[in-house]
């Protein structure tokens, strides 16, 4: 048997004149997709909302209901369903005050009746479209990042920060997350935003190691229009897209002093001050930072304020790199390798104990994001249903050659890794970015630098 959704568009009119209503329904129901009922009274209206209408059309002046009472008795017994008044009344004052009470339009009966109430529908509709794919984005944000799906790990080590985020996750309490580069800092603060109250509201990432310097400030708290040259429109900051949610600041070591000053006073008061202008604007956010590098380190240099450190240290978190986190490798692996098959419409390929080893072998110093890359080739590569040892690829290093890398430092491994993919993928950024988990601005910044070259 065969289940029919039910994907029509559903309208009720209310409207006391049969021949006036007939008119509206027809011109409506021209719209195979609309299914458009018609009551001739309020009350008749109301008894049948149980039926879900996506939108409500109806006369003001009708006679067993005021339209006031029927508007107000609609949105308190569903305040989602959308609401057009039509009505013969031209006074503004009417209108405004039905528009405040939570009507969505105002069309007055004349010529040109119908065709306003066409637009007026599409608009509802589309805007209704918009909100609820809002909505499903956001719910399938929640599932991804659920704690169990995004958090992969049964070692010792990973095991003991998920006590704190736990922890996490029930405060408000501000996160610092530190560990090397791709151990997951970004995914950890993802999964404490997604289980914990302020789901439902944003969550906005900030690396501010890719912020050129002279907009850190209109990035983090805004600007007034002409606020500098080339402000020519009002800019919200990111601590503002992130009221009653969290921001995210990524690499905050890397912070000039000036800005840690201005960022100091914004968490005490809790409030910005957009650049150029004067009204504080108060901000409701949960702060969880991350960096690599040691800020009690940074501050005995000199490099780090001191009572900045103490307002954004709150809960800390350590992220082990992945060497030591034991056998959460092969869990890792068995679940990018079946991530990378889903995605590619591909079976998903086991892995030989040859693999295993080689990548046991390994120190993965680009961590969890290496390991993702590495296998993300693996399966790509692989001809049958099993990854074997050749498939198992170290930026095309062989053996000894990977010995000498592990001489290298941490960022000469990192850009080893973005040189790798954007060769692989002919310098398309967007591409490797997406690959990598990284911002493309990151990239785009090595590229300027010099520390990756471009042929």
């Excluded at 890719?210 to 606020?227: R, T």
């Amino acid at each position: 048997m065969q289940i029919q959704l039910d994907m029509s568009y559903k309208i009720f009119i209310v409207e006391d004149d049969p021949w006036y209503g007939q008119i509206l329904m027809h011109h409506l129901s021209l719209n195979p997709d609309y299914e458009v009922q018609l009551f001739e009274k309020g009350r008749e209206l109301l008894s049948n909302l149980y039926k879900k209408p996506n939108l409500v059309c109806m006369d003001f002046g009708l006679p067993d209901i005021k339209g006031e009472t029927l508007l107000k008795e609609i949105k308190t017994r569903n305040s989602e369903i959308p609401v057009i008044i039509i009505s013969g009344q031209e006074e503004i004052s009417v209108a405004v005050q039905l528009l405040k009470a939570g009507a969505k339009d105002y069309i007055i009966k004349d010529e040109h009746t119908k065709d306003m109430l066409w637009r007026s529908v599409i608009n509802i509709k589309e805007n209704q479209s918009l909100r609820e794919e809002v909505n499903t984005l956001r719910e399938e944000l929640q599932t991804k990042y659920s704690f169990e799906k995004s958090i992969i790990g049964t070692s010792q080590a990973i095991k003991k920060t998920f006590t704190l985020v736990e922890k996490a996750i029930k405060t408000n309490i501000n996160v610092s997350l530190t560990g090397e580069t791709g151990t997951g800092k970004e995914v950890f603060a993802k999964a404490i935003h997604y289980n914990s109250d302020r789901k439902r509201k944003p969550f906005i990432a900030v690396n501010m190691a890719a912020i050129p310097k002279d907009i850190a400030e209109s990035e983090l708290f805004g600007h007034e229009k002409g606020a500098f040259t080339g402000a020519d429109q009002l800019k919200k900051g990111k601590f503002e897209e992130a009221n009653g949610g969290t921001i995210f600041l990524d690499e905050i070591g890397e912070m000039e002093l000036s800005l840690q000053v201005k960022l100091l006073r914004v968490l005490q008061e809790r409030e910005v001050v957009r650049v150029g202008g004067n009204k504080p604007i108060p901000f409701d956010v949960r702060i969880i930072s991350a960096t690599h590098k040691n800020l009690a380190q940074e501050v005995k240099k000199g490099n780090f304020r001191e009572d900045l450190y103490f307002r954004m240290i709150g809960l800390p978190i350590e992220l082990p790199p992945l060497r030591d986190r034991g056998n959460d490798l092969f869990l890792l692996a068995k679940h990018f390798v079946e991530q990378t098959a889903k995605e590619n419409g591909m079976k998903s390929p086991s892995i030989s104990n040859e693999a295993r080893d080689k990548l046991l072998s390994y120190p993965f110093p680009g961590n969890v994001r290496e390991l993702k890359a590495v296998i993300e080739l693996a399966v790509v590569m692989c001809e049958g249903s099993e990854i074997s040892l050749n498939d198992i690829t170290f930026h095309n290093a062989t053996r000894s050659d990977m010995m000498l890398r592990e001489n290298k430092s941490l960022k000469e491994h990192t850009n080893d890794i973005i040189r790798y993919y954007l060769t692989k993928n002919d310098n398309n950024v967007l591409k490797t970015a997406e690959i990598l988990e990284i911002g493309k601005s990151t990239i785009y910044n090595l590229i300027k630098s010099g520390d990756i070259i471009i042929e």
